[in-house]
């Protein structure tokens, strides 16, 4: 099956700084979606991004499905972007889930 | 206020017992998921269904079984099959059938096996 990869599995930034978010994908896919779970285990569906770029205030995401991954940049990071970020792939029938990156930002 | 809610939050059972976790969404969606996460792991799919009184299994269904019945419902229920039942048990749901659409995720139920 398709295999989810996303780096780096830690990050703990100071508030006020910038990030970037890797996920890569084995295979072709028909849809990408990032996630952030915050720590009480709630997930937020941040962006639906198969291709191209979509900016959402200090979030933005690119896919470049040719070459197989995907970016969720974060600028300016708060205190509560803290949690974990899961990138997911759907192909066919199956939806996966990469194993996430735990992002902690300290005031 | 629109939105999917998942019951109990917390639940406990003994071994060999079966137990039943709710999902109701009043977002009129038509799929609905059920996802398991263990600590530290991404999440993995259970069941999915596309439409009222049909469904199909994901990765990781064995010791599991769902019904949907309504549109708005779709319980789980974890069966002393599953081997390893302690999880964190997630509900979404999306507007249109399959897979390639915007899910939308419940606050979860914590299922603790003794």
């Known amino acids: 099956g398709i295999q989810v990869e996303q780096s780096p599995p830690d990050l703990i930034l100071q508030e006020g700084a910038n990030s970037t978010l890797r996920c890569n994908f084995s295979d072709s896919v028909n849809n990408l979606q990032w996630f952030h779970q915050n720590p009480w285990g709630q997930l937020i569906n941040l962006f639906y991004i198969p291709s191209g770029t979509k900016q959402n205030g200090r979030l933005s995401a690119t896919t470049v499905a040719t070459e197989r991954y995907s970016l969720l940049y974060i600028s300016s990071s708060q205190t509560t972007d803290s949690g974990v970020y899961f990138c997911a792939v759907s192909y066919g029938q199956n939806f996966v889930f990469g194993p996430g990156t735990r992002l902690s930002v300290l005031p | 206020d629109g939105g999917i809610t998942q019951s109990p939050k917390y639940l406990f059972r003994k071994e060999g017992q079966n137990v039943t976790l709710s999902c109701e969404q009043n977002l009129n969606h038509d799929a609905m998921y059920w996802y398991r996460q263990d600590p530290g792991q991404g999440l993995r799919l259970i069941y999915y269904s596309q439409i009222v009184n049909d469904f199909q299994k994901g990765d990781i269904a064995e010791g599991y079984s769902v019904s949907r019945e309504k549109k708005e419902s779709f319980p789980l229920t974890v069966t002393s099959a599953q081997k390893n039942p302690t999880a964190f048990y997630l509900c979404?749901?999306?507007?249109?059938?399959?897979?390639?659409?915007?899910?939308?995720f419940g606050p979860g139920t914590r299922l603790t096996v003794l």
């Open positions: 979404a749901s999306s507007v249109t059938s399959g897979l390639t659409d915007t899910q939308y």
